[in-house]
T-cell receptor, first 112, second 113 residues
Framework: QKEVEQDPGPLSVPEGAIVSLNCTYS??????FMWYRQYSRKGPELLMY????GNKEDGRFTAQVDKSSKYISLFIRDSQPSDSATYLC????????????FGGGTRVLVKP | NAGVTQTPKFRILKIGQSMTLQCTQD?????MYWYRQDPGMGLKLIYY???????DKGEVPNGYNVSRSTTEDFPLRLELAAPSQTSVYFC????????????FGSGTRLTVV
């Protein structure tokens, strides 16, 4: 079993729809939870990070962390074609050198 | 402020050749990382460093070596390149504290033939 599981998609939605992404994990030591966006042939770009459990909102993006269920989510409201990318969840623990453990990524396609 | 700079952007190697992937940062971050990303996959950690003079193995270190003589530079060395090392390589730094987060370079696309 992988340490972080993420549905590879692809996830295709019409413009304006809500995109819902999620990851599950097995390591209870993870403290920081992040979502990265990666466009084709580019490096990952940090979208949001959350420390421990809770919700965080930034514009059209909402990140949720449920440590009791070992489950994290990212919601994108009013999706735009420019949101078409691969979304990677990642997690880390200070005690483990802050090494990021990534999910496999979910491809998202927002159709005009 | 360049952030994380990786060179070269592209490289084709023949089996058995060696090369060094360069990574330089100007943010004075102590933590630096090398990841590889295979097509359609997430990133896997090769090596990391928590400061100058300190390095440690990640998930997939075989076939690679690193050094960290300065805070700014964290080169990744490939010895005896193999087709399995065909991948995109990303260098990253981490900032601690209130602005916790990672900054990735733009990657080096390596093909071993």
């Amino acid at each position: 079993q992988k340490e972080v599981e993420q549905d590879p998609g692809p996830l295709s939605v019409p413009e304006g729809a809500i995109v819902s992404l999620n990851c599950t994990y097995s390591n209870s030591a993870f403290q920081y939870f992040m979502w990265y966006r990666q466009y084709s042939r580019k490096g990952p770009e940090l979208l949001m990070y959350t420390y421990s459990s809770g919700n965080k909102e930034d514009g059209r993006f909402t990140a949720q962390v449920d440590k009791s269920s070992k489950y994290i989510s990212l919601f994108i409201r009013d999706s735009q074609p420019s949101d078409s990318a691969t979304y990677l969840c990642a997690m880390s623990a200070e005690a483990a050198g802050n090494k990021l453990t990534f999910g496999g990524g979910t491809r998202v396609l927002v159709k005009p | 402020n360049a952030g994380v700079t990786q060179t070269p952007k592209f490289r084709i190697l023949k089996i058995g050749q060696s090369m060094t992937l360069q990574c330089t940062q100007d943010m004075n971050h102590n933590y630096m990382y090398w990841y590889r990303q295979d097509p359609g996959m997430g990133l896997k950690l090769i090596y990391y460093s928590v400061g100058a003079g300190i390095t440690d193995k990640g998930e997939v270190p075989n076939g690679y070596n690193v050094s960290r003589s300065t805070t700014e530079d964290f080169p990744l060395r490939l010895e005896l390149a193999a087709p399995s090392q065909t991948s995109v390589y990303f260098c990253a730094t981490m900032r601690q504290g209130r602005d916790y987060g990672y900054t990735f370079g733009s990657g080096t696309r390596l093909t071993v033939v």
